[in-house]
């Protein structure tokens, strides 16, 4: 089972310090197309989470091949520590430090802080805003930057994401 410590970041909401967590749950409890959600219970949390259809890494420009690590774009609700709607995303390797990533929706830009291999929207307002955004979007384009100076692209699906979103919270209300 799922047992993470919790990193409190400097606006006091939360990030997973590990980017193995959906591989690790045996806890999905749905599926709504691109979207799965999963339950854990010690401590209480669940989550939408999905991988990229598309993924494309370049260098100076030109298309490159890395090594990267497990790619998830998350929706987190922890009642324990009044998290609802956390937006959280692992690009699988060590951003650029000091350098956010952008998220791109329908033409729609938004800056996710960054540390470590983990990105999320700076403050809990911007979850809520991004979540509304990625309810009527059709796809989820984040871009970031390598500390070796690879930029990656990742593209997202949205299809099934209002209802893996709705199941989610369901699960972890009250």
Known sequence: ???????????????????????????????????????ETNPKECWAVTVPKETVNTKNGKPVSVRRGDIFLYVFF??????????????????????????????????????DDWAWPPTPADDATIVAAMKRGAQAVITG???????????????GFTAAVKEAEKRCSG
């Open 1 to 39: 089972m799922i047992k993470k410590l919790l990193l409190t970041v400097a606006f006091g909401f939360t990030a997973i310090t590990t980017s193995t967590i959906a591989q690790e749950s045996s806890n999905r409890v749905a599926v709504e197309t691109d979207w799965a959600v999963y339950q």
């Open 78 to 115: 922890r009642p324990e520590v009044s998290t609802q709607g956390q937006v959280a995303f692992t690009g699988g390797y060590p951003f650029a430090k000091g350098d956010p990533l952008k998220l791109e929706m329908d033409g729609e830009r938004y800056e996710l802080a960054t540390e």
């Open 145 to 159: 930057q390598s500390g070796r100076g690879t930029v990656t692209k990742d593209t997202f699906s949205l299809l």
